[in-house]
C-alpha cells in the first residue's frame, strides 16, 4: 500500500520564526495531498491541502509544496505564534483502490514564547 | 449543524468483551471512516463506506466489525477486546464530491481501554 513518511517528529521553533515540515510517498499516482492538524483531545482538522496539477498553495501564514518528480511534499509555517503549537499530520490517498487516506506518523510543532 | 460526533467519548473494557462504537453526521456526506491513533504510528484506516448499506476493509481491519444501515451513522463494533486494541478510535466523513479527495470531517475521538 501507500507509505507516507513524514519528518520530523517533534520540532521546536522560537515564536515568529517559520517551521518546516516534510512528507515523502510511495505512489506515484496519489494526486491529493492534505495536512491536518490535530490539538490536544481533539480530532485532526483540514488546515490545507494540494493536488498535483499545482505546485504549491498558499493561505495566509500556512503554504504547501509538491515536488511530484520526487514524491514529497512539504508544509511551511511562518511568522509561528503559540496558537499553532499542535500535532500535525499529512496524509496521502491509500493505494490499490481503497478509498481512504494514509497518514504520517506526525510531528509534534512547540513553539517557544 | 453538530458535524461528527461520536458516542461514547471514553469507555473501559475487560479483555473478551463486546462494545460499538457510534458516529453520527449530520452534513449528508456519503463517505465514513473509522481511523484508530496510537502513539506514535499516526491514523490507521480500519474500516470505510462509501454509502449506505456498503462497508470496505482498511490497513487494519481484523477484530473489527462495520455497519452503515443509515446514510448518517457508522457503527464500529468489537465483537471480544482484546489489549492490543486500546487506542483513541476516530470517526471522519466526507462528501460524495472528490469522496476521499476531499476534506475529512473528523469527530472528537473515542479513548478505548481494554484491561
Known amino acids: 500500500g501507500e507509505n507516507v513518511e513524514q519528518h520530523p517528529s517533534t520540532l521546536s521553533v522560537q515564536e515568529g520564526d517559520s517551521a518546516v515540515i516534510k512528507c515523502t510517498y510511495s505512489?506515484?499516482?496519489?494526486?491529493?495531498f492534505p495536512w491536518y492538524k490535530q490539538e490536544l483531545g481533539k480530532g485532526p482538522q483540514l488546515i490545507i491541502d494540494i493536488r498535483s496539477n499545482v505546485g504549491e498553495k498558499k493561505d495566509q501564514r500556512i503554504a504547501v509544496t509538491l515536488n511530484k518528480t520526487a514524491k514529497h511534499f512539504s508544509l511551511h509555517i511562518t511568522e509561528t505564534q503559540p496558537e499553532d503549537s499542535a500535532v500535525y499530520f499529512c496524509a496521502a490517498p491509500s493505494e490499490g483502490g481503497a478509498d481512504g487516506l494514509t497518514f504520517g506518523k506526525g510531528t509534534h510543532l512547540i513553539i517557544q514564547p | 449543524n453538530a458535524g461528527v460526533t461520536q458516542t461514547p467519548k471514553f469507555r473501559v473494557l475487560k479483555t473478551g468483551q463486546s462494545m460499538t462504537l457510534l458516529c453520527a453526521q449530520d452534513?449528508?456526506?456519503?463517505?465514513m471512516y473509522w481511523y484508530r491513533q496510537d502513539p506514535g504510528m499516526g491514523l490507521r484506516l480500519i474500516h470505510y463506506?462509501?454509502?449506505?448499506?456498503?462497508?470496505a476493509k482498511g490497513e487494519v481491519p481484523d477484530g473489527y466489525n462495520v455497519s452503515r444501515l443509515k446514510k448518517q451513522n457508522f457503527l464500529l463494533g468489537l465483537e471480544s477486546a482484546a489489549p492490543s486494541q486500546t487506542s483513541v478510535y476516530f470517526c471522519?466523513?466526507?462528501?460524495?464530491?472528490?469522496?476521499?479527495?476531499?476534506?475529512?470531517?473528523f469527530g472528537p475521538g473515542t479513548r478505548l481501554l481494554v484491561l
Open positions: 452534513m449528508n456526506h456519503e463517505y
Open positions: 505512489d506515484s499516482a496519489s494526486n491529493y
Open positions: 471522519a466523513s466526507s462528501p460524495l464530491t472528490g469522496g476521499p479527495h476531499e476534506t475529512q470531517y
Open positions: 463506506s462509501v454509502g449506505e448499506g456498503t462497508t
